[in-house]
């Protein structure tokens, strides 16, 4: 008999707790910088760099809360490229720059609208293409480790501690030991005919 594989780790992701989140941008801003060219926001803003998150805080319904790339499993981004510039790797769907030919069939079947196209070449009228390629929430590719853990931008700059990185078995397993807290006491509570 021939042992299991290991299974397959599920993407970390970059979760909000929309309770929290105020809804001040400062994952967007701290987005920004950290994909601008290394200079900071005040370098940046000084030279008139263009700035792109690659996360939006939204409002609907009453929520606010950031919307970036949810590092899908399946991710229909991913059958949709026609170079394979879109690709499951390292643990989250990445867009391989170089292979990308900015088409945006990846922002059209994107069910969360996480992903956009631009250029970060200046505009030349005369140029034969734009060079726009797909950006999108790579989970601060080079993340860096705070407190023994691993952080992006966006983790380090909500200030209600609202947004962090989430290893999903780690949330589920979180998630049932709390049903089963809610449920234990409700049975405290509950008398049962004999």
């Not at 609208?113 to 631009?118: E, L, M, N, W, Y």
């Not at 023994?148 to 380090?156: I, L, M, N, Q, R």
Request: hydrophobic share 40%; with cysteine; glycine share 8%.
């Amino acid at each position: 008999m021939l042992p299991n594989p290991e299974p397959i780790r599920e993407n970390v992701i970059v979760y909000t707790d929309p309770e929290r989140c105020l809804g001040c941008h400062s994952c967007e801003l701290a987005c920004a910088v950290a994909h601008g060219e290394g200079l900071g926001l005040l370098d940046s803003v000084a030279r008139r760099l263009p700035l792109h998150a690659r996360n939006r805080v939204v409002v609907g319904d009453g929520v606010t809360m950031p919307i970036q790339c949810r590092q899908c499993e399946d991710a229909p981004c991913t059958f949709a490229c026609p170079t394979g510039a879109c690709r499951q790797a390292g643990g989250q769907v990445r867009i391989f720059e170089q292979a990308c030919i900015g088409c945006k069939l990846c922002a059209m079947v994107c069910p969360f609208g996480a992903i956009t196209v631009r250029s970060e070449q200046a505009f030349d009228q005369n140029a034969r293409t734009h060079r726009g390629v797909a950006k999108k929430c790579d989970l601060c590719a080079d993340w860096r480790v705070a407190n023994g853990k691993a952080v992006t931008a966006c983790v380090e700059a909500c200030p209600t501690g609202a947004t962090r990185l989430v290893d999903l078995k780690v949330y589920r397993q979180a998630l049932a030991e709390a049903r089963a807290r809610e449920l234990a006491q409700s049975h405290r509570h509950m008398r049962l005919p004999v």
